[in-house]
């Protein structure tokens, strides 16, 4: 079924003792300000790994193979962009049309989600998403970045070095607490240009969106790697628009703010709540998701109904 | 003259430079007409670059938005202590396998971003052509669009406030409160005293027909005053500060 309306929203990723999202010298990234944020590509990868779990084809996302190199031997390597292709959709050589490309494309949830480039055997496709998720910002005051010694369980190899006798160290760089917010949109009218141009494509689907809106609300928590096993979902908010409305929200967390009451964590949502007011006749319902463990709202005027995040 | 007044800013924004490819991507500091257009463009819905044979035409001689938009007349002015912005270049990993043809497939990526930029923007109808101009002072003045405008990059959403039709007039003073095209001697600037600044950037001004190379010129944002020989032309003052448009 087509999905047609826009939606727009909030996603609280809360880290506790973890580092969501780390710039290359290991720490969190910041601005010059020393605002800790994360980028979209973070909150997105546990929800490309979710759906991939379940079976979904994801095509832009690391799989490896195992090839035969004359000097190295057998070693396994990443696919590149044409074998992740050929592997999830068949064959793919100069003479296919874009029209079969395009439709396979789209045939990838992460690619209905987020959109995609692709440059590829005379191919120049871009799409740009119908899901957009900006950078999320640390929204908690009181974040400390800890740095922890960690001994690896093997000797340094270097014969001149000083340790050579015994085993190297090394460091762990996490986040006490912090909680990012993201605001993102969903503007099913990025498609409409591909409609009729990709095989069996009919636009931005609400299959596709209930599994983003499935992903959105529990992806962080269920990925646990080393550095995200302390990150989970806090709070997911959806604002669905009505049919026909075109209103542009910009940045909604910027109405918001996080702080601790007692030992819970408290989203005030009452400024953005103020925003929305002015905005009702364009809104068709709100829906929050929240876990009622740890998660407080304030959530001032907003109308909303009030589900668990689980 | 009638012209339409907003503010424009964002968290971040990055309006990357064509002229290096390599290892970093750097931004102009300035939001600079192109973008602006094409910014615009996607307020209106209409299509920006793209592949025009997949959608069954011939390559157009410039991308819809700029086709409509370029006869628009715009004025700018950074709202930041002397018209610079804190930038800092950011890092992340595409890890896909896709990105880079080197061992291993990892594409390292380091952009820089402006950080919290702010714009007034001004806009001149001149030769635009009345019903899209009444479509985008509508859209805007009612924070309407159809595609979602952003700031150099898809994950940096444009906010636009402040909306307003203000009224300006014709003025020929020594002293340009917004960024203008300036060819010149710059040592032809004087004034300013003490807090004399200069800011100079070399950024796009329009396309090339055909090719969408860019078009370059130089912006300079300056509080010393400009000598009466060499003051560009399209100036307009709103009673209290003076703004040049291009």
Known sequence: MQKTNRVYGILAVGAYMANFNADLSGYPKTTTDSHIFGSDKALKYPMKRMWLMQGDPILYIKSMQSMKNKEEGEKIQPRDLNERYTELFGNLDEKTSSKEVLGKLFSAIDVMNFGATFAEKKQNISITGAVQINQGRNLFEDTHVLTQEILSPFRNSNEKSEGKLASTMGTKIVTDEAHYVYSFSVNPANYNDFIGLADGFEGYTVEAYEKFKWAARVATTAFNTNSKSGCENELALFIEMKEDSQLYLANLDRYVTVRKKEDRILFDLSKLANFLAPRQEEIQFVELYCNPVTVDVEYGSLNCSVYSIY | ?246
């Not at chain 2, 628009?72 to 930038?87: A, D, R």
């Open chain 2, 1 to 246: 003259m009638k012209s339409l007044r907003f503010t424009l800013s964002g968290s971040a924004a990055c309006f990357r430079q064509p002229d290096v490819n390599t290892l970093v991507y750097f931004t102009y500091n300035n939001i600079h007409k192109v973008a602006l257009l094409g910014l615009l463009g996607a307020v209106l819905g209409l299509s920006g670059y793209r592949n025009a044979k997949l959608h069954g035409q011939e390559d157009p001689i410039f991308p819809e938005f700029y086709e409509v938009l370029s006869s628009l007349q715009i004025s700018v002015v950074p709202n930041t202590k002397n018209g610079y912005f804190t930038k800092k270049i950011q890092y992340f990993n595409n890890s896909v396998g896709y990105a880079s043809r080197e061992k291993g497939g990892n594409l390292q990526v380091r952009e820089q971003w402006l950080e919290n930029p702010s714009w007034t923007i001004f806009l001149k109808q001149n030769n635009l052509d009345d019903i899209v101009w009444d479509k985008l002072c509508s859209s805007l003045l009612e924070g309407r669009c159809v595609y979602l405008p952003y700031l150099g990059r898809n994950d940096f959403p444009a906010q636009i406030e402040d909306m307003h039709m203000v009224e300006l007039f014709p003025s020929r003073q020594s002293r340009i409160d917004s960024l203008f095209l300036y060819d010149g001697d710059l040592n032809a600037l004087g004034g300013g005293g003490p807090a004399q600044y200069l800011f100079v950037e070399t950024a796009p001004t329009g396309l090339v027909p055909k090719y969408n190379f860019y078009e370059f010129g130089r912006y300079i944002f300056t509080n010393c005053t400009v000598p009466e020989a060499v003051l560009p032309p399209l100036l307009y003052a709103d009673g209290e500060l003076q703004y040049c448009f291009y």
